[in-house]
């Protein structure tokens, strides 16, 4: 059974980095491409990254590239976001994706 878990979100000040985490208690993540996605109160769920199944392709929105980093660890089973220079813009609740399956969201506030 599908169970992709997110962590590592939290509260940041504007400027900070964070990086958060996708695993799955299920099927292995090693075989997929995995997107990260992000809500914020009010506003659909945008993509914010993906990562093909060998890491050979990654992909960015234009909001986040440049200061956005996905990789993947196949060994660990985890996918990673590492976000850098962190905004306001950047609350959102952070979910993976794996095919039609998600998540249930890791936190993501930037305040100061």
């Known amino acids: 059974q599908e169970h992709l878990i997110e962590s590592g979100g939290g509260l940041v000040h504007p400027g900070d980095s964070l990086r958060i985490s996708c695993t799955s208690s299920?099927?292995?993540?090693?075989?997929?491409?995995i997107g990260w996605f992000r809500q914020a109160p009010g506003k659909e769920r945008d993509f914010v990254a993906g990562?093909?199944?060998?890491?050979?392709?990654?992909h960015y929105a234009d909001s986040v590239k440049g200061r956005f980093t996905i990789s993947r660890d196949n060994a660990k089973n985890t996918v990673y976001l590492q976000m850098n220079s962190l905004i306001p813009e950047d609350t959102a609740v952070y979910y993976c994706?794996?095919?039609?399956?998600w998540g249930q969201g890791t936190q993501v506030t930037v305040s100061s």
């Open positions: 990562i093909s199944h060998n890491a050979a392709y990654t």
């Open positions: 994706r794996r095919s039609t399956y």
């Open positions: 299920g099927p292995t993540l090693s075989h997929s491409n």
